[in-house]
């Protein structure tokens, strides 16, 4: 993920951007990602073991993320971070565990980082000896240390959906930063317009790596693409040969160019931010628990009644949400994550039924109202903010012929009193109603 810096990014607006023609198993892959509605995503490699803001200290412009430097010195910097594969050995790494803690909070689907913009594979890729599989690496003889097979294979066992997040941009690469070169920022080191050989060489890496993930870890539902300086402006790949082959192995699965626009990003993923508007295109804001994506020790952590908030206007307003953990150096997770996560799996194995298979209701939010349906039912959350809460079915009548209306929490009737309910928190967080349709 990233800091978007606007003289790099052009004029594209992709979450205002339409359709062009879609393949009708794209389009039932949106409707199956639509229905799964919560995700989670982990941002982890050697940054963790920095305890840093992901990767971004690499690069010389992004002096944002060097506001307290890992080191002082910036050529220091470069050679002690990436020297960290030698050191970085999560032996407490386990995806069944993992998988489990996720499933019992309701996520319904993973995206994983196989490699961040520093270029350390977190899988057995065969383009790179940068890898948490190869020497020095001290985990590199460890059963699970292909990390994002073993991920896929835990997750997939739980009965939940796979996603591989890969970093178009590769800093380690000496295909895109050419050693002895000066690499100014994000992007590659020279111009691909004045060096096309060497950026064909890049060009093949990529395609290849993506390739192996396509290939040799089974069902993928969603390649989720960062670093959105590449595929703009000198930086392009050819992705429509790329993807094709892509999609030989994987022929329904969800590719994420990131704020690319265009064919190649089948859904939007507007981050760290609740949009004004919903995007014309399906969609997924995607909220770090944290205040990083990856771990960084003494992390400030969300509220759990903000996140809640966020959740509920974000898929009131028919998006997806993908929240982000960043898991430590030893493997595990941490606490205040999982105790988010737990507060969340309390909440969806109440009110489920109007979060998961539901899309916009006709009218999204009204006063401290959040709003879904399916096609028997529009539901209603609120948040406590009082003693109780009150609904008029006044606006909702307008669009819905009205049955009987259930408390999603007692499983009982609600009593409708002078066209209005009056539900009761009773200290608890949320209230959320189940309303009929006739």
């Known amino acids: ?42 941002h982890w490699g050697l940054y963790a073991e920095a305890g840093i803001v992901e990767s971004w200290q690499l690069s010389e412009e992004d002096d944002w ?8 010195d910036l050529q220091q910097l470069r050679n002690d971070y990436w020297g960290l594969n030698k050191v970085f050995n999560p032996v407490k790494f386990d995806p069944d565990d993992w998988a489990e803690k996720c499933k019992q909070a309701g996520f319904r689907y993973v995206i994983f980082s196989t490699k961040h913009h520093d270029g350390f594979n977190m899988y057995d890729t065969k383009e790179s000896d940068y890898k948490i599989t190869n020497e020095p690496s001290p985990f590199c003889h460890n059963p699970k240390a292909d990390t994002f097979g073993e991920v896929m294979k835990a997750f997939r066992k739980a009965g939940l959906g796979t996603g591989a997040y890969y970093s178009k941009a590769d800093w380690h690469c000496p295909y895109y930063w050419v050693p002895n070169e000066h690499a100014k920022g994000r992007q590659a080191s020279y111009s691909p317009k004045k060096n096309p050989e060497m950026w064909a060489k890049f060009e ?133 994550a999982v105790a988010i996560m737990e507060k969340l799996g309390e909440f969806l194995s109440t009110f489920g039924e109007g979060i998961y298979n539901t899309r916009a209701a006709k009218i999204t939010q009204e006063e401290d109202w959040y709003f879904t ?22 606006k909702l009548q307008k669009h819905y012929e009205i049955g009987e209306i259930l408390n999603l929490r007692t499983k009982e009737n609600v009593k409708i009193e002078n066209n209005q309910v009056v539900v009761n928190f009773d200290e608890k967080l949320a209230v959320g109603l189940k309303i009929n349709k006739k």
């Open 1 to 42: 993920m990233s800091e978007i810096r606007e003289d790099i990014v052009e004029s594209i607006d992709a979450e205002n951007e339409e359709y062009g023609e879609l393949a009708d198993n794209i389009k039932e892959k949106l409707e199956w990602f639509q229905d799964q509605k919560i995700g989670v995503i982990f």
């Open 65 to 72: 993320a060097r506001k307290k430097p890992w080191r002082e």
């Open 204 to 336: 093949r890496f990529v395609k290849n790596q993506l390739l192996e993930i396509c290939r040799d870890y089974g069902n993928i539902d969603i390649l989720w693409l960062d670093a959105g300086w590449v595929n703009m402006r000198e930086e392009m790949l050819d992705m429509p040969d790329i993807v094709g082959e892509l999609r030989k192995t994987q022929p329904d699965m969800l590719v994420v160019d990131r704020t690319i626009g265009g064919e190649f990003e089948n859904y939007v993923t507007p981050e760290r931010k609740v949009p004004d508007v919903a995007p014309k295109k399906v969609w997924e804001s995607n909220l770090p628990l944290a205040k990083n994506w990856g771990y960084v020790p003494n992390d400030i952590y969300k509220p759990f009644d903000e996140l809640l908030a966020s959740i509920l206007k974000i898929i009131s307003m028919g998006g997806n949400v993908i929240l982000g953990v960043g898991p430590k150096p030893d493997g595990t997770l941490p606490d205040e």
């Open 373 to 394: 349906e399916n096609e028997e039912a529009i539901f209603a959350f609120a948040l406590a903010k009082k003693e109780s809460a009150t609904l008029s079915l006044e």
